[in-house]
Structures are given as C-alpha cells and as structure tokens.
C-alpha cells in the first residue's frame, strides 16, 4: 500500500510537533561544499555559530583523514566562505575525556540536526571510526610510534590493513554520511 505525499508530508508534520513537544531542538540537515569538499551541517552553538564535519578522504597514501569539525567566515553558507575560522576533530570535542560522546554532543549544541537516537548512531560511528583507524594505522606501521616494536614484523598485515582502509572504514563513514544527508522526497 502506497501512501500518497500528503500523507507523507501530514506524518512528518505530526513528527515535528511531537518532537517539538519534547523538546528537542533540531535544524534542518543540509549537506553543501566549502573549499571544493563537501560538508554537513551537524549544529549550532549557544552563539549561533554552525559547526560542519567535513567529507573523509584517504590521505597520504596510507589513513584515512575524517572527523574534522569546522567553521567558516560566511557559516551559514560555507560555500561563499573566504577562510575556515577554526578546525577541530570530532574525537576531541566530544570523545575524549570523562563524560560520553552523547551528553558531550547534546551539552555543545544548543540546536542539531540529529534526533537523540540519530546523536548515539553518530557518535557509536565516529568511535568505531577512530578505533579502526587507530588500529589501521598499527598495522601499517608495525607499532604505536614511541619507538620501534619489537613484535613489527607480527604486528604488520597489509592484507588486514587493505580490509580496514578498502571496506571497513569506508562503510562507517558511509553509515554517518546516511545520518547527515538531508531526506530526498
């Protein structure tokens, strides 16, 4: 049974009066370009400023370069920006330290573009992501960069690193990518 798009438009209009009497704050997802790479737009501060995570892209040769969280000279429109006011990484804003992904996600923003069971999919993702490219990078290198490893040539597997880097990775990013793109109706 198919339903028709004023049925569907009259279901996405009852959700957004139920979410908006929970309380919850979100903003229309918009997925754009600045500086020739695309971005997605994942909230706005407490000062209106809006933070995009920026497209994945295999770096170097050899990992993967994601999770870069930035802001722009023209932020609401970051494909008229001139400059990037400032660039940060998704683990070190909201992974890192005491309290969890989640509540560090909800307590920056003070309006997203996820609902709260979109912002646990996020941040699982964006974990997952940073466990996989740590161990990639292990593997490609043979240790964890203090000094040289004793066990490299153990610890070296080009063919687990392909795997990680050709299929893995690229999937998780894909996952957060689904969750940040606006619904084509």
Avoid at 117 to 145: C, Q, T
């Amino acid at each position: 049974m198919e339903t028709s798009k004023i049925e569907q438009t009259e279901v996405k209009q009852t959700i957004a009066e139920h979410i908006k009497e929970l309380g919850v704050k979100t903003m229309e997802k918009i997925k754009t370009t600045a500086f020739g790479k695309k971005v997605y737009l994942i909230g706005k501060d407490k000062e209106d400023t809006f933070y995009w995570l920026e497209e994945g892209k295999f770096d170097c040769g050899w990992y993967w370069g994601f999770g870069y969280v930035e802001t722009y000279t023209r932020n609401e429109c970051p494909s008229l920006a001139r400059d990037i006011n400032s660039h940060s990484h998704f683990d070190g804003m909201f992974l890192n330290g005491k309290n969890n992904g989640y509540d560090k996600f909800k307590n920056f923003f003070a309006k997203t573009v996820l609902t709260d069971g979109e912002i646990w999919k996020l941040v699982e993702l964006m974990k997952s992501f940073y466990i996989a490219r740590n161990y990639s990078d292990m593997l490609h290198s043979g240790g964890a960069h203090y000094t040289t490893n004793p066990a490299a040539e153990i610890i070296k597997s080009p063919t687990e690193y392909d795997r990680i880097n050709k299929i893995v990775i690229p999937a998780i990013i894909e996952e957060v990518y689904k969750l940040l793109t606006p619904e084509q109706i």
